[in-house]
């Protein structure tokens, strides 16, 4: 069983960047595939990036790709999503994701999340 604390939220005019990080507990985080995850009240979760167990893949949504990036350091049990030219479109709250399997959906575990909220 892993744990997950997110950090790093806050407001943000559009055009600016975040940078969120996702504390894993455990020794087998690299057991684990990372993700990242969206919700906007009255929408459903809505999948953001995903990371290999090893970082050695990655996924990203069409809406965000080409500006988001997921990251993670196994020695520090860390993953972080470095967000730049955010639109007004991408707030919500961000949750943090582990699963032992890569993917988009279907995760087993997940964080209390962070509020990032972008101004226009």
């Known amino acids: 069983q892993v744990q997950l604390v997110e950090s790093g939220g806050g407001l943000v005019q559009a055009g600016g960047s975040l940078r969120l990080s996702c504390a894993a507990s455990?020794?087998?985080?690299?057991?684990?595939?990372m993700g990242w995850f969206r919700q906007t009240p009255g929408k459903e979760r809505e999948f953001v990036a995903a990371?290999?167990?090893?970082?050695?893949?990655?996924y990203y949504a069409d809406s965000v790709k080409g500006r988001f990036t997921i990251s993670r350091d196994n020695a520090k049990n860390t993953v972080t999503l470095q967000m730049n030219s955010l639109k007004p479109e991408d707030t919500g709250v961000y949750y943090c994701?582990?699963?032992?399997?890569?993917?988009?959906?279907?995760?087993?575990?997940w964080g209390q999340g962070t509020q990032v909220t972008v101004s226009s």
């Open positions: 455990g020794r087998t985080f690299s057991s684990y595939a």
């Open positions: 994701a582990a699963d032992y399997t890569y993917g988009t959906r279907d995760y087993d575990y």
């Open positions: 990371i290999s167990r090893s970082g050695g893949s990655t």
